[in-house]
């Protein structure tokens, strides 16, 4: 069995340690996983602000008013976007916001909810 510690893949803990098995466990979050099975999904990671894993699906807050072009007025912080979509690039968000409609966003501007 390996002593390393690995980063845990949900909220980014460099202190995850082998917990038997193949398993690995995070102390910080309480995260349990098999680093040998990420390994193999390998796949799009994407972080928010704060370094949580983002998942399609999921719920974020803009941290900052954001500039639209086009718009008569940013999208303001706070405001809660729902059910995000993942994709490669440099805008890695995909989403639908009231008032401004389908939004590509980047990951550094948003937390997640």
Known sequence: ???????????ASP?????GGALYACPECGHEW????????????VKD????VLQDGDSVIVIKS?????ASGPIKAGTKVKNIRLTDGDHNIN???????????KSEFVKKA
């Not at 602000?49 to 949580?52: A, D, K, L, S, T």
């Open 15 to 19: 202190y995850g340690y082998p917990n």
């Open 1 to 11: 069995m390996s002593d390393e510690m690995k980063t845990c893949p949900h909220c």
């Open 66 to 70: 954001l500039p639209v072009k086009g």
């Open 34 to 45: 098999n680093p040998t099975i990420l390994e193999e999904e390998g796949g799009l990671i």
């Open 95 to 105: 989403c639908k916001i009231s008032g401004f409609g389908a939004m590509a966003l």
């Open 49 to 52: 602000v704060n370094g949580n």
